[in-house]
């Protein structure tokens, strides 16, 4: 394993960008003693040359792992590794320029969990990705960026197949957490990654924010799996407009979420800069929820989206389209034929779509397409066994 440690350094991350948040900067301590008395490999502060992680040895991430430039963390197939319980105060990040390659197999997956010995979500902060795709809160086609909600980190650019990495068969487990509502962590969250990017087969287990979410960027994902997030499974942001395949939710009784997929065209706490909206296309679903009065999907902040073979059960709403922006409307990707739903179902949906209050008129005709009969939504039973957890 080739390690970069700073010896007896203290110092803080800044990293600016064209958007500020109020999120104070993280100040990091890294020190020359990376294994503790039981022979664990301890890992926090920022990396400037190759971490290569092996299934010889245990590791336990007790602060903020960053992953600088030119770099790249490796983690095997097969890998365990824990996070000490200290909420947002550890996370692994990939920066501008750096990887990851965490690719595991059906049987033999990568995990990283809590240390906790009663764990429980929030544990950790979960794995941010910083790419150098387009983000709509900067102007369209600018080099400049934006920062993270929490550490302050850059992202952002104009390379649509920006390559953050891959990612496959990979469990996150007890993740989330927030300091305050405008400073979040999730369970996996991807600021501006390209298509160069692979993530698939990615399950994020119990977390308490969102289980996926997309700060612009252009990245195809599939095969995600999110279980009993606590705030939104899927949420998207800044000019998402990558696809998502195959995405299995489930939302059980007891544990108190919010939406299935929570879909802005633009992130209202700045402005649309770029002057375009999310617009992915989302293939293959099913959103199990809770039987509360939730949504299964709601558009809003002028989002755009294509939505084909959707199974949705056991929600108070189904799909809804909401126009919260003045001059922005989401409902306006209807009528451009930008947002529809081909082949959707809905079981024990009190209601199933939601059109009210509206700038444009548009009817459930014009939006749904296709047959109920024709909705099978994803085969999880046949790519989510043996590597998932429920």
Not at 199 to 225: M, R, W
Not at 312 to 335: K, L, W, Y
Not at 356 to 372: P, Y
Request: a negative charge.
């Amino acid at each position: 394993m080739k390690r970069n440690f700073l010896i007896l350094l203290s110092f803080t991350l800044a990293f600016l960008g064209c958007e500020r948040d109020d999120t104070s900067d993280i100040t990091i301590n890294i020190t020359n003693n990376p294994s503790n008395s039981d022979g664990v490999i301890e890992l926090s502060g920022v990396f400037t040359e190759d971490l290569t992680l092996s299934n010889s040895e245990e590791y336990l991430i007790t602060g903020p792992v960053l992953m600088s430039e030119g770099t790249t963390l490796t983690v095997p197939a097969g890998a365990e590794i824990k996070v000490a319980p200290v909420g947002v105060n550890a996370y692994i990040a990939i920066l501008p320029g750096a990887q990851i390659q965490a690719v595991g197999s059906s049987s033999n997956p990568i995990v990283f969990t809590s240390n906790a010995g009663t764990p429980s979500s929030g544990d950790w902060g979960g794995i941010v990705l910083c790419g150098r795709a387009p983000i709509n809160s900067t102007a369209d086609g600018s080099t400049d960026t934006a920062t993270t909600e929490v550490g302050g980190l850059s992202y952002g650019g104009n390379i649509p197949n920006d390559n953050s990495g891959r990612m496959e068969y990979v469990r996150l487990e007890y993740v989330g957490g927030a300091i305050d509502g405008n400073a979040e962590l999730n369970g996996l969250s991807l600021y501006a990654v390209g298509n160069g990017t692979v993530i698939d087969y990615v399950q994020i287990y119990k977390g308490s924010d969102d289980g996926f979410e997309f700060f612009g960027g252009t990245v195809n994902a599939s095969h995600l799996v999110v279980t009993d997030a606590e705030d939104d499974s899927i949420d998207w942001t800044e000019g998402y407009t990558g696809s998502l395949t195959d995405v299995y939710i489930v939302q059980n009784e007891g544990i108190g979420h919010d939406s299935g997929f929570e879909m802005d065209g633009f992130n209202t706490d700045f402005s649309n800069e770029g002057g375009y909206f999310s617009a992915p296309n989302v293939t293959n679903v099913t959103v199990i929820g809770d039987n509360d009065s939730g949504r299964a999907f709601r558009l809003r902040a002028g989002s755009r989206g294509v939505f084909t073979n959707i199974l949705v059960s056991n929600f108070g709403r189904g799909f809804v389209i909401q126009d919260d922006e003045p001059g922005q409307a989401t409902s306006q990707g209807v009528v451009d034929g930008d947002t529809s739903v081909t082949d959707i179902a809905f079981s024990n949906v009190e209601s199933p779509v939601v059109l009210s209050d509206l700038e444009n008129m548009i009817t459930e005709a014009e939006l749904i397409f296709g047959s109920a009969d024709n909705a099978t939504g994803t085969d999880f039973a046949t790519w989510g066994s043996n590597w998932t957890a429920n």
